[in-house]
C-alpha cells in the first residue's frame, strides 16, 4: 500500500533527477556541441576541450577520460534525469564530479557544482529513482 510518505519520497527522488536535467541542459549540451565542432574541424580530441586540463593536472588517458566526461554530463545525467539505469549511471556520475571536485580544488576555482552535482547522484545511486522512472516501468 502506497502511503503519503511514500509518495513524497517518491516525489523529491524525481525533483533530485530533475537536477541531473539541469545538468544536460546546460553543460552537458555545451561540452557536446564543443566536440562536434572539434571533430568537424578535423581537430584531434586531444588538442582541446577537456583533455588539456585533463593532463595538466597529470591524469592519464587525458582523451579518453575527457570523452567520458562529455558523456557523463550527457547522456548519463539524461539516463539519470529519466530513471533509467540509475544507480549505474548516477554512480558514475558522482565517480565523475568527484573527480571534477578534485580539478576545481586543485585549480583553485569554485568547487561547489561539482559538489553538489556528486552528492545528488551518491544520492541517487543508493536510493535509486523512485517511483516515477523508467526503471520502476521496466521491473513492472
Known amino acids: 500500500m502506497r502511503t503519503a510518505s511514500n509518495r513524497r519520497i517518491d516525489l523529491g527522488l524525481l525533483i533530485l533527477r530533475g537536477a541531473a536535467l539541469f545538468l544536460v541542459l546546460?553543460?552537458?549540451?555545451?561540452?557536446?556541441?564543443?566536440?562536434?565542432?572539434?571533430?568537424?574541424?578535423?581537430?584531434?580530441?586531444a588538442s582541446s576541450g577537456l583533455a588539456p586540463l585533463i593532463r595538466a593536472m597529470g591524469l592519464p588517458f587525458p582523451s579518453f577520460l575527457a570523452v567520458c566526461a562529455v558523456l557523463n554530463e550527457s547522456v548519463g545525467a539524461l539516463f539519470v534525469a529519466c530513471g533509467f539505469l540509475?544507480?549505474?549511471?548516477?554512480?558514475?556520475?558522482?565517480?565523475?564530479?568527484?573527480?571534477?571536485?578534485?580539478?576545481s580544488l586543485r585549480l583553485g576555482e569554485e568547487p561547489l557544482r561539482a559538489a553538489l552535482?556528486?552528492?545528488?547522484?551518491?544520492v541517487l545511486a543508493l536510493t535509486g529513482p523512485g517511483r516515477y522512472s523508467v526503471d520502476h516501468l521496466l521491473r513492472k
Do not use: D, N, W
Open 86 to 103: 540509475t544507480r549505474l549511471t548516477a554512480g558514475v556520475g558522482a565517480l565523475g564530479m568527484a573527480v571534477a571536485f578534485y580539478i
Open 117 to 122: 552535482y556528486m552528492i545528488i547522484f551518491a
Open 26 to 45: 546546460t553543460f552537458g549540451r555545451q561540452k557536446v556541441l564543443g566536440y562536434i565542432e572539434l571533430i568537424r574541424g578535423g581537430q584531434p580530441l
